[in-house]
């Protein structure tokens, strides 16, 4: 095992965490003006530019608003909020996420790989597909659940790149830490070995050219994940 950098979060960090989970709890409700920062500073016992710079850092992930010469309101997430409040959210959930957000995760992922995986058959390029050789590779030797997951995300972010759709793998990199989290979780339970299969299968329907086997694959995968979303879910 080897070692791994030990980081400590920054006073603006543990702010905006503080606020994050004020909402998230209902303990700030939608539409609540915070006090000003003055107010906040002095209460959480930081300075003013600490909680400026978690307001701002709040608002990019939509859990405020703030209103010039009104004040600071907190928003409704669902409406505003990127994949990072999704991040915010698992960790609010102590690293998971629930049963309803990883059923849409699968359902959007679903969609998004099958639609790259007929772009990339498409365009027909072998050699380009020769590439995820050593990641198939570095998926087979992974050591734990964790570095597999992750050899597994770059094999599909190869695959996105390799589309030619230029939002593809911007969108599914979005999608990192949840993607990791699932497929650690996937071969926890069924195993590093099992993952190598699915993966290894793939990657043949892939080179040939055989799009049905590709999708239908990557549909019988989401489903097992869906169908045992108790697992996968809090």
């Known amino acids: 095992m080897g070692y791994s950098k030990i980081t400590a979060l920054s006073l603006t960090d543990l702010f905006v965490q503080q606020i994050e989970n004020m909402i998230l709890s209902g303990e700030l409700a939608f539409g609540e003006q915070l006090p000003p920062a003055r107010e906040l500073a002095a209460k959480m016992g930081v300075s003013r530019t600490v909680v400026t710079a978690g307001l701002v850092e709040l608002e990019k992930l939509g ?8 004040g600071v309101y907190v928003c409704d997430y669902r409406r505003r909020g990127t994949m990072e409040t999704l991040v915010a959210i698992m960790r609010y959930n102590g690293g998971a996420l629930r049963q309803n957000e990883v059923r849409s995760l699968l359902e959007t992922r ?3 790989e099958c639609l790259c995986l007929r772009l990339v ?3 027909n390029d072998v050699a380009e597909l020769e590439k995820l050789s050593p990641i198939l590779d570095s998926i087979r030797d992974a050591r734990n659940a964790d570095e597999a997951a992750e050899r ?9 790149i390799m589309s030619g759709n230029v939002l593809l793998p911007l969108l599914y990199y979005s999608f990192k830490t949840q993607g990791e989290y699932l497929w650690s979780l996937y ?7 099992k993952l190598y299969e699915i993966k290894l299968a793939l990657f043949s329907a892939l080179m040939n050219k055989d799009i049905d086997s590709a999708i239908e694959q990557t549909h ?3 489903d097992v994940a869906k169908n045992d979303l108790g697992f996968y879910g809090a």
């Open 152 to 160: 597994v995300f770059s094999f599909h972010h190869e695959l996105a």
């Open 110 to 112: 679903d969609a998004m």
């Open 187 to 193: 071969c926890k339970r069924s195993g590093v070995k």
């Open 121 to 123: 058959c498409e365009k």
């Open 63 to 70: 859990f405020v608003e703030i209103k010039a010469r009104q």
């Open 220 to 222: 019988q995968i989401m």
